[in-house]
């Protein structure tokens, strides 16, 4: 097992997230360079960092933001598609990410709530399942790569839905594995390594295949999927370390 995946498999994430504070500074420097560049912080730098639970990624993680290939796809719709970051909105960002964290505190213009079980940078310790949000109270839903964790991904989904405001916006990524038309999930399936070595990450419950877009449409979202890489260069999408072809679940509650 390589370092970085023993780290990965090995150490609790909100113990990652909290030691991550005190490395990313050293690495920010260190990793400084012209080769790749994070739009997040708009630095450049000689390589990114190796991630990944089972299969090794190579130049992935930036070391300046902790973004990934997701993160920085993300920050680039964001940016350049939508006036979300200069709109007066209020936003829930369910289990924040450390490469927007900061970024989004200090949008005067959201009203900007974090929650989460675990995580150390969430506001509101919470159930996705049960939230403690009144009905129709967010213009904003931030909530991804969550879903997969979920035993009842469709409690979760409906508690998203209700916070959310009539016509607003959510996005929502999850691992999607495009050739699968349906998801997989199996209970039964308890071990750490059987787990990884299936789902990708051994605290994931399932495999998302292609159907779950129609998981989302059935809870009443209105659908966008957007392949957001298509907008780019093959030159940006290496500058960026982009994943090609990754969809941006974009929802709206009808």
């Known amino acids: 097992m390589s370092f970085f995946k023993k780290i990965l498999n090995t150490i609790p994430r909100p113990l990652l997230i909290s ?3 005190i490395a990313r500074p050293v ?5 400084r360079g012209n080769r790749y560049t994070d739009p997040i912080n708009n630095k450049s730098y000689r390589k990114f960092l190796p991630y990944g639970y089972v299969k090794i990624r190579e130049n992935v993680l930036s070391p300046g933001t902790l973004s990934l290939e997701r993160h920085r796809l993300l920050w680039l719709y964001l940016k350049n598609e939508t006036d979300l970051l200069t709109q007066k909105i ?5 289990a924040p990410e450390q490469a927007f964290y900061k970024k989004f505190k200090q949008l005067k213009n959201w009203d900007y709530i974090t929650s989460d079980l675990h995580s150390p940078l969430a506001d509101i310790k919470a159930d ?3 939230l403690p949000f009144p009905d129709n109270e967010f213009d904003l839903i931030l909530c991804n790569h969550v879903l997969e964790h979920i035993p009842d991904d469709s409690r979760a989904m409906k508690e998203l839905y209700r916070v959310m405001k009539p016509n607003g916006m959510g996005i929502f ?3 999607l594995d495009k050739n699968r038309q349906q998801t997989f999930q199996d209970d039964s399936i308890t071990d750490r390594a059987e787990r990884s070595r299936i789902f990708g990450q051994y605290d994931h419950v399932r495999v998302y295949g292609m159907d779950y877009f129609d998981k989302l449409k059935s809870i009443g979202f209105n659908i966008h999927l ?3 890489t298509q907008k780019f260069s093959r030159n940006e999408i290496e500058k960026y370390r982009l994943e090609k ?3 941006l679940p974009v ?3 009808k």
């Open 173 to 175: 990524q999850v691992p």
């Open 245 to 247: 072809g990754e969809i």
């Open 90 to 94: 209020k936003v829930l960002h369910i």
């Open 19 to 21: 030691l991550s504070k």
């Open 128 to 130: 996705i399942t049960n």
């Open 251 to 253: 929802v709206y509650k």
């Open 27 to 31: 690495l920010d420097i260190y990793y």
């Open 226 to 228: 957007i392949d957001y």
